[in-house]
């Protein structure tokens, strides 16, 4: 299997614009997560999946966040409009079953908001 | 509510030496896993380890090794005659059965220099 798999790899676009950012899982993984990644506040969990429904996403920050998991093998974090304040890796993971099994990470998106 | 906490910022040690990643761990649930993941410069997140509540048998992989002891809600990572490759961020992280959302909290991360 590829493992995880996430596209675009960087990201550079001015505040205002649309970003989507997209993922697809190992095949046969129940859970996909969603996480941001920076200096200041670490890992943060933003959505998870399972069995293509969302289950928590109380970590979004607001609602210029979205995502979506359209089908077992494709999921999308949307951002609109993004702002500055969005910079970060967001990584995309997926699991057997939930956190409770380990989690195999996407090699991330890097994004800049100018 | 669970919490990770990752005392240890940033850690510089000489090859060969060992050295202790501390992780402290706060829930109060019965079931519960821990995970170490590595992040090396690259960028991606790898799996290192996981325990579960119920089980509190140290681990040895190699060089490296975990300590999970529950009276002091500690699952501390020990590497190894270190080596330049080691040299990176590392996490801990902890899910619960109980909650049912199958959140995994990761804790600040401690940052790993190995030189030469």
């Known amino acids: 299997d590829a493992g995880v798999i996430q596209s675009p790899r960087h990201e550079v676009t001015e505040m205002g614009q649309e970003v989507t950012l997209r993922c697809k899982p190992i095949?046969?993984?129940?859970?996909l997560f969603w996480y941001r990644q920076t200096m200041m506040r670490g890992l943060e969990l933003l959505i998870y999946?399972?069995?293509?429904?969302?289950?928590?996403d109380s970590g979004m920050p607001e609602d210029r966040f979205s995502a979506k998991m359209p089908n077992a093998s494709f999921s999308t974090l949307k951002i609109q409009p993004s702002e500055p304040r969005d910079s970060a890796v967001y990584f995309c993971?997926?699991?057997?079953?939930?956190?409770?099994?380990?989690?195999?990470f996407g090699s991330g998106t890097q994004l800049s908001v100018l | 509510a669970q919490k990770v906490t990752q005392a240890q910022t940033e850690i510089s040690v000489v090859e060969k030496e060992d050295v202790t990643l501390d992780c402290v761990y706060e829930?109060?649930?019965?079931?519960?896993?821990l995970f170490w993941y590595k992040q090396p410069p690259s960028g991606e997140l790898v799996f290192l380890i996981r325990?579960?509540?119920?089980?509190?048998q140290n681990e040895i992989s190699g060089r490296y090794s975990w300590n999970f002891q529950k009276s002091t809600s500690s699952f501390n990572f020990t590497i190894t005659a270190s080596q330049v490759v080691d040299s990176a961020v590392y996490f801990c992280?902890?899910?619960?059965?109980?909650?049912?959302?199958?959140?995994?909290?990761f804790g600040q991360g401690t940052t790993l220099q190995v030189k030469p």
């Open positions: 993971a997926s699991s057997l079953y939930q956190g409770e099994e380990k989690l195999f």
């Open positions: 095949s046969g993984h129940n859970s």
């Open positions: 999946f399972n069995n293509n429904v969302p289950i928590d």
């Open positions: 829930t109060r649930d019965t079931t519960y896993y």
């Open positions: 325990r579960n509540s119920f089980d509190e």
């Open positions: 992280a902890l899910t619960t059965r109980s909650s049912n959302t199958g959140k995994l909290i």
